[in-house]
């Protein structure tokens, strides 16, 4: 049997902090700690000293029910929080404050169901949930070098407190490319929701557990992207099912990820069940889920899905609604230019496909939303298409550029005036480039990119459509060959 | 021997009479003299920064402002957090550790002009019943030097037992102001929980302590109490309340007075205690008072089982954060687990290690069920058994089923120990307040009783409290 062959299973431990709270989960320091110098984003709370009491920061409890009521749970009516024990040099108390079902604890999500959109095949699967738990992240140990020739080891608690959602669906997940586009579309509402900013490093890690038909469990630990997680899976498929096929055993264990060498790698049999204490926090009431959703309920309008749906509904295909939505400024750029009357297919285009790409291309990023021109921009150049005045090609050959290098410049200066007798053009390149036509006629189709530089030249500083020139150009040539033989 | 009372000192000061220097170095010469035997006191805060701290207060007199506790000396237990001195727990893995940050108590206490004069010793991490259980000394009872003062807050209550601080603050998780006080002859409240903040209070039980004021007289309580109670933000367990306003209280008047003194809660007390109890229940009936013999307390058996039960597993969650990697005693090893192990080992006392042990086996998978759930479930119990009969009268009966054991006589077997807190803990365990002060003495020995009132019915057990004081007249007695 082959190694592809057989059947496997994927479930999926997402962790994503909650990094646009603003506050820590316990306490008022901050939710994103980058760019801060070690041990500089601490209080008494979240260094977990005796006395110092955690008090639950209304922002993301309120984010954490909003992530629940995206996925449908099923919700418990209280808020509870729950200690887990064990010994680690960066967690400050020894235990972690998180949530838990049983010894009186309940996560804020009891099951539920993640819709997701996978582009690649234009369809939208779902997954389910098993439980969403809101957490404390631990702080972070760090080495000189490496953690063997490392005479110290440094703690650094900024990120200590920083809170945690910790999405678990059941092991339904379809395969390592689906598992991939779930994580997106799961951090992509959380962005749109205000919950994330996905785009931080280290703002979310992915265990993923994976087990290959006729052998245990294997939890892969600590994935960073989600194109890691593809790799991560596709190949722990792969080792697995080559171990089964040649007859050897799969025991359950846990195993890391390496991201630079791109396997996995052993990090601990894992043959009992690790002993955590679980018991409710008694320093924190529980707060009563009902005005959680109330307040969470507004963050809900403007989930992926729900953007997707208004976007087709101007006549923009749902692939391309998707290739807006997932830069959030150009989905927005895009609903203001159709508010002021901007033809939605092309605005789409021009948005979703030319100048994103051209965004990126002159490093600029799309995320950003002062890397766009403003709506009236993209009203203004779908109106002259509509019209007539100008092609959709000859606005981004020669307007597009311009606009993503400097998103404040005004349309009105950068629109060449139209060249409007482009066959008088290609005549005059006919016959003063004998050379190369001839080349073309002999069968060098390269030839034909040379004629088409040679009449952009010459209608330098006008609006050309380098693709109407080619075209005239081929029929100009065409019935030259059939002139002459 | 009856010093000033600290309502009476901040009447001399406020009025100019006194001058709080005077006072405060009276109190001070009194502990060198004192301190030496009975041992109060884990750290002193150094005689310069008193005085500075006086010149301070005193400028703020000449300034107008009158703070509540202008000059009045407090003690203040070692496991309450004070950024201007160590404070251990009355362990050694807190050696050294000066936090970072003050209680809220001690904030309010020095908002308002106290001087906290040092910290007072205590059992380790609070676990004990008599102050022998200090990882630095015991502590002696300024009434009869060969015995205990009681625990776990025998510092703050020998402290004031023999005059070296107007005021003290201990902390109650299952009686450990109550059992001090009643042993020294001071007053102590266990609040309402939630009544004062914890923020600060290291902690050994969450759910059941709190912090609560000690004093010579209920008055004096009832002064202290309305600076250290009301909501805290800081403190997510406190109650949405003002601080109290207890000070102003009138003592009861017996005619209308209800008390149920439950044959549960006396019965089992030794012949002395029993009596002393007894006679003050006569004196408040025959002033007209009703008290009710037959109402009964059924769950009381299960109490200290319950009790210990949850006491322990917070208790062993709350100490898994000493591990040597942030507080300064640490015994270094090649790797963290053994940094972790040693440190540990070195730093908590047996008994602590044995809570420790015990309360990580009623969380264990296996265990949780049949130890901590039903202990839990126990606990909803007693507190509705405690609430129902709260709501018709007070609640009196014995502190500690016995007069002050002498050192040693209690600490070698555990459950020995253990059973002193029979009365104490149901109040911890239902939440309710309990006021103890001191009712008689048998050949020189205090012997004190307990009120428990509804929750936050602290200025109703004042007024009791001032009654009985009426009728003892023992208001304001210190040990010679």
Redesign the interface.
Known sequence: MSAEGLGYRIGLEIHVQLTEAGTKLFCDCKSNYRGMAPNTNVCPVCLGLPGALPVPRRRPLVLATAAALLMGCEMPTEMVFTRKHYFYPDMPKNYQITQYQGGGGAPICLGGRLRYYDPDLDVWRSVKVRRINVEEDPGRTEYEGSIQSSEYAYVDYNRSGVPLIEVVTEPDVEGPREARRLVEYLLLALDYMGATNPRLEGSFRVDANVSVEGGERVEVKNIGSTLDLERALRYEIFRQSKIISQGGKVRRETRGWDPVRKVTKPQRAKEYEEEYLYFPDPDIPTVPIKDLVAEARPLLLRTPERLMEAIVSYGVRQRRSWALVVTKPAAQLFLSSVRLGAEPRAASRLIAVDLKGLIKKFGKDPNDPSSWPGPETIARLTMLVASGEYTYDEIKYNVLPAIANDPMLDVKGVLPPKANNIDNVIDEVIMSEVKAVRDYLDGKAKALDYLVGRALRRMAGLAVDPKAVRTSLEERLARLTSGTQ | MRPLQAHEVINEVLSGSMDLEDHVLQILERVKEKEDTIRAFIALAPESSIRARVREVREWLREGRRPRLAGLVVAVKDN??TSFLPTT?GSRI?EGYV???D?TVVRRLMEEGAIVIGKTNMDEFAMGSTTELSAYWPTRNPWDLERVPGGSSGGSAAALAYGGADLALGSDTGGSIRLPAAYTATVGLKPTYGLVS??????Y???LEQIGPMARSVRDLALLLDVISGHD?????TLRVPPTSTFIAKPADPRSLRVCAPPELLEASEPPVKAAITKLLGRLESEGAAVIYDRHLTTIDDALAVYYTIAL??A???L??Y?G??YPFVRIAPT??GT?TETRSRGFGPEVKRRIIMG?TS???GY?DEL??AA?KGRRVIRDEVLAMSRNCLIAGSVSPVLPPRLGERITDPLKLYALDIYTVIANLSGVPSLTLPVDFYSDLPIGMQLMGPPLSEAQLISAGLLVESLTGLAGVAAP
Do not use: C, H, Q, W
């Open positions: 309450i957090s727990a807190l936090p970072p940050f209680a914890r923020y600060g209070l290291i902690p039980a969450n759910s933000p800081r403190d997510a367990t597993a917070e062993a969650s709350n898994a954060r591990d990697k942030l963290y687990t972790a990580v969380l264990s998978e949780r901590y759930m839990a």
